[in-house]
């Protein structure tokens, strides 16, 4: 942001008052034309003067919000500018400048060329100490403004100064570099200082461009070659995280060092292969390699030095180097025993297994002294592995540990939900229930209370809902929609003591518009919650019926139980009483019933529901013979503007089901479980995928509700993928609520392969996240071995078969140590379990030539799957 330069100022008499009024007039050009012109008398007397006045106007922007407050801080520059002029000491002006009162919030206007304009007349000693003085204030931060980075360096530039030692410097000279390097000031000066100061690194880590202009710049002679490969080698000897060295990675894999210059260096590359991060590593190691031809000692160091890391790439080349190596070697092999011994310590079974082949294909290229070092290794290798090295080296291996038999706890019983309580019986029971959205057990009990005193007791009903009807006001039968399941009660209350009161009101017109009508006060699928909607709809249906004179005697989708569940047995009664009273249901009730309804029923229930003749009776025939066709759930991760997300679909086609139909648009409020398992009670995994949506839809994502897998406990249906991902979601949060939770609702056929496939698309979406990644697979795994062993095991292996069908690399794919200890723990649950039946993913693995660890626990799997 540019300040706008103005004509030469008309100066008052006094200097003070000038410099004041091209302040108050917010004018930068100004002030700086009349600083520079002042005598040093007239400098001391503007220089007192502005403290105070820097006070006066700072006071009237304070409290403002920051969103505003860089209007009232035209004046900012201007005072810069005049106590730089005008400030005796280099130190005092420093100070001066770097106030916080002169910060902005928002855009800084470039006042630099005037503060270099009015301190261009001081001394060149005052103007080398600001200058230092200015640089040593950076902090290297964000906190750090670009004005006062441009004048650092510029009063340096100017001053022919030597910049200071000073590591914020050197990272806000960085963060002001140009796009091409070459243009930066002080570079010959600041560039060697990248490769030593303190944050250089985690600064650049994501500078992909400016390392190949810088070997440009190298190439063309601007700047040293051997300044860069020397300083990126030495950043790397002085260690740090892979991220941190990404940059120098960078611009040493730029300078594509030549032969000579790696020779020249080869001792530094050698020192970087035990140590230093992976892809510093795997560079240093790509650079020997090329440079061929290493003497024996530098080499049997390198490939020590490689056996040591814990990357199974790198063991990998050391191993072939090692081996490269035994096979060129004329005599004994001593020297490489330690080397071989070293390899046989590895972390991964591939490498042991590798190492301990290529000791025993040469063990009689052992002296006694060589074969000692192996012979000491045997004792420390895992049970099992060390027998056919102790018969060729000697030694004591540890015995292979017996089977261990599995034995586990029953899993825990699934519990029942609690009844719900006792019918409203009276109007003044009824009175004291608030019918609410937030409620959903009290909306439902008044419904059910309303409609069964309407039958039985309507004249009490009527005097004691008087007070309720006067609350609804005429213009009220004008709005659209009634959000409130308070507002239809409200309006059963007033047709129920003035029958035919809606049907008068329709006629009317108010303002040349006509009431809305009983439907269209309905709220639309697409702005409401399906929890809410639902009531809202049975609401109506009710309110229609009084209307009409056709309320039934009582509802037919009351719940039996606290979490939503209709028993088969008391639906089957209530449709008998319609039947034998000739009475028709209600639409919306009905199929709430159904949406309800048990999904196991005694064999006498089921014979008493087949007698029915009603087309209702039927339908629960049906659903109790074993007839039901399952909604079809589908969650599809879509790109959205935080990241992934998951979006729900579900069709009721073929289920009968049709007072869901347009019921679940893409588009509508979030849900959560609590209030809408109530709804879909015998639909558990619907009502889960309509949830999961809350997730992943925002940064940070939000976590399942506390008793989301409690509530799915206690209600019915086959779990899917709304479920799968609810578990797997629990399984990642790794919270330790969750193993009892999880374990109920294995218990309730609740966890399954679904589980398995959401969790790895978990897991995949997490990986893509690097360094901030939220999820521990070991932690994940850890606990589906304590569900196993806890008496899931049955489950787990079928979690674990979903996993590793979605989640396996396939050929070509890189395997990582999370692989193998997935592999592990399904060929440890699968023996637990006694599953049979190959799995493709795994048979493809166990029967690739080359082992790894992966494979071989692979092999392991599948001979248990296909015993």
């Known amino acids: 942001m540019k300040i706008p330069v103005s004509g030469r100022p008309a100066a008052p008499s006094g200097a003070w008052d000038a410099v004041r009024a091209a302040v108050q007039q917010e004018d930068a050009a100004a002030t700086a034309a009349l600083v520079a012109r002042l005598t040093d008398e007239e400098r001391r007397e503007v220089a007192r003067e502005l403290p105070g006045h820097l006070a006066r106007l700072r006071d009237p922007g304070r409290g403002r919000s920051i969103w505003s407050a860089d209007a009232n801080l035209g004046w900012t520059e201007a005072m810069r500018i005049a106590g730089a002029g005008t400030i005796a000491g280099a130190a005092a002006v420093a100070a001066w400048l770097c106030r916080r009162d002169f910060r902005r919030f928002w855009q800084e206007p470039d006042d630099v060329p005037y503060i270099l304009q009015v301190v261009a007349g001081r001394p060149a000693e005052w103007q080398a100490d600001l200058a230092v003085r200015l640089a040593l204030r950076l902090r290297g931060t964000d906190d750090d403004s670009s004005r006062s980075v441009r004048l650092a360096v510029e009063l340096l530039r100017r001053t022919g100064t030597e910049p200071p030692a000073h590591d914020p ?249 609690a009844p719900m309580p006792a019918p409203v019986a009276t109007p003044a029971e009824l009175l004291r229930l608030r019918p609410s959205d937030a409620d959903w057990l009290s909306t439902e009990r008044w419904l059910d209370g309303f409609v069964r005193l309407a039958a039985g007791v309507r004249q009490a009903l009527t005097e004691a809902l008087v007070t309720a009807a006067g609350l609804l006001r005429v213009r ?8 409130h399941p308070e507002l239809w009660a409200t309006a059963m209350a007033k047709e129920l003591g003035d029958p035919g009161i809606e049907r008068r009101t329709a006629e009317s017109v108010l303002d040349g518009d006509r009431p809305a009508t009983v439907e269209e006060r309905i709220p639309e699928a697409g702005h409401t ?112 503007p935080n990241g992934p997300r998951v979006r729900p679909v579900v069709s009721w086609d073929g289920t009968g089901i049709t007072v869901l139909e347009g019921e679940m648009p893409p588009t509508r409020p979030r849900e959560t479980l609590g209030p809408l398992l109530p709804v879909l009670a015998a639909h558990r995994d619907v009502a889960a995928s309509l949830t999961v949506d809350t997730l992943r839809s925002c940064a940070p994502y939000s976590t399942p ?143 690739r030539g080359r082992v790894t660890g992966l494979v071989r626990e692979a092999r392991r799997l599948h001979a248990v799957l296909t015993a």
Not at 540 to 556: N, S, T
Not at 715 to 720: D, L, M, S
Request: proline content about 8%; charged content about 25%.
């Open 169 to 417: 410097l050197t990272l806000a000279w960085i963060a002001a570099w140009p796009a091409d390097p070459g243009d930066a000031p002080l570079l010959d000066t600041m560039l060697p200082r990248v490769f030593s100061a303190e944050g250089v690194g985690r600064l650049l880590r994501g500078d992909e461009e400016r390392p190949a202009r810088l070997a440009a710049l190298a190439a063309s002679g601007r700047i040293s070659r051997a300044l860069l490969l020397d300083g990126c080698v030495s950043r790397f000897l002085r260690g740090g995280t892979a991220a941190d060295l990404r940059f120098f990675v960078r611009l040493h894999e730029a300078l594509a060092p030549s032969a000579g210059e790696v020779a020249e260096r080869r001792r530094d590359y050698a020192a970087l292969l035990p140590a230093a991060p992976a892809n510093v590593a795997e560079l240093a190691l790509k650079r020997l390699r090329a440079l061929g031809g290493p003497e024996p000692e530098e080499a049997r160091e390198a490939v020590e030095g490689l056996l040591f890391r814990a990357e199974g790439k790198l063991v990998r080349a050391g191993l072939i180097w090692l081996e490269r190596l035994v096979r060129d070697h004329p005599g004994d092999l001593d020297g490489y025993a330690p080397a071989l011994a070293t390899a046989l310590m590895c972390e991964t079974g591939e490498a042991r297994d590798r190492a301990a082949r290529l000791a025993l294909k040469h063990a009689a290229r052992f002296t006694p002294d060589g074969a000692a070092a192996i012979r000491d290794a045997v004792a420390l290798l895992p049970p099992g592995e060390g027998v056919a090295l102790a018969e060729a080296f000697g030694g004591d291996p540890v015995p292979a540990a017996p089977e261990s038999r599995f034995a586990s706890d029953p899993l825990p019983p699934v519990p029942e939900p």
């Open 705 to 847: 509700e506390a008793d989301a897998l409690t509530a799915l406990v206690t209600a019915q249906g086959p779990a899917g993928p709304g479920m799968g991902l609810l578990a797997a979601e629990t399984l990642c949060l790794g919270r330790e609520e969750a193993v009892p939770r999880l374990l109920e609702l294995a218990a309730s056929g609740g966890l399954g392969e679904e589980t398995g496939r959401q969790l790895a698309a978990l897991l995949r979406d997490d990986e893509t996240r690097w360094e901030y990644r939220s999820y521990s697979p070991a932690g994940v795994l850890r606990a589906l071995e304590e569900l196993a062993r806890r008496g899931a095991h049955r489950e787990v292996w079928e979690v674990m078969a979903g996993l590793l069908t979605v989640y396996l690399p396939g050929p070509g794919g890189r395997a990582t140590s999370t692989h193998t200890r997935m592999m592990r723990l399904a060929a440890d649950v699968a023996g637990w379990a006694g599953a049979r039946g190959a799995l493709e993913p795994v048979a493809e693995l166990a029967g």
């Open 476 to 483: 009220d039968y004008w709005r659209r929609p009634w959000w």
């Open 529 to 640: 919650k399906l929890s809410l909607r639902m009531p809202l709809r049975r609401y109506a249906e009710v309110y229609q019926a009084l209307i009409d004179g056709a309320l039934p005697p009582y509802l037919l989708a009351t719940p039996t139980h606290l979490s939503g569940r209709l028993d088969a047995g008391e639906l089957v009664e209530r449709l008998e009483g319609y039947e034998r009273d000739g009475g028709e249901p209600l639409p919306v009730d009905l199929e709430q019933a159904l949406l309800r309804l048990s999904r196991t029923a005694p064999a006498e229930v089921a014979a008493r529901a087949a007698r029915l003749t009603s087309e209702a009776g039927r339908a629960v025939a049906r659903l109790l013979s074993g007839e039901r066709a399952e909604p079809r759930v589908e969650l599809r991760w879509e790109e959205g």
